[in-house]
């Protein structure tokens, strides 16, 4: 999926700061990154966020809050992005 990211967002400056296209990472560093998620407390309130948003009932509380939580996911899929890359060009994973 390619997602339009606005420029000056949080998760702009994640992904230039991290460069998921990028290697750099030795195979331990990279598996450890691999078996990082969110927590399942997480994942459910952002589950709950999201149903209430396609609603259309999200406070502007709420509404930051869910926006934390899609940032973080981000920053997360670009390190193991990274990651995997890493794995890839040193002949580790296909």
Do not use: Y
Request: glycine fraction near 6%; charge should be positive.
């Amino acid at each position: 999926m390619n997602v339009a990211i606005r420029e000056h967002s949080a998760v702009a400056i994640w992904k230039r700061t991290i460069e998921p296209e990028a290697a750099g990472l030795d195979a331990p560093e990279a598996r450890a990154l691999l078996r990082l998620k969110l927590s399942p407390q997480d994942l459910k309130r952002a589950d709950a966020l999201a149903a209430k948003a396609r609603g259309g009932r999200l406070t502007t509380n709420e509404e930051q809050e869910l926006d934390d939580c899609l940032a973080v996911g981000s920053a997360l899929e670009f390190l193991k992005s990274k990651a995997r890359t890493s794995l890839r060009r040193a002949g580790l994973i296909d």
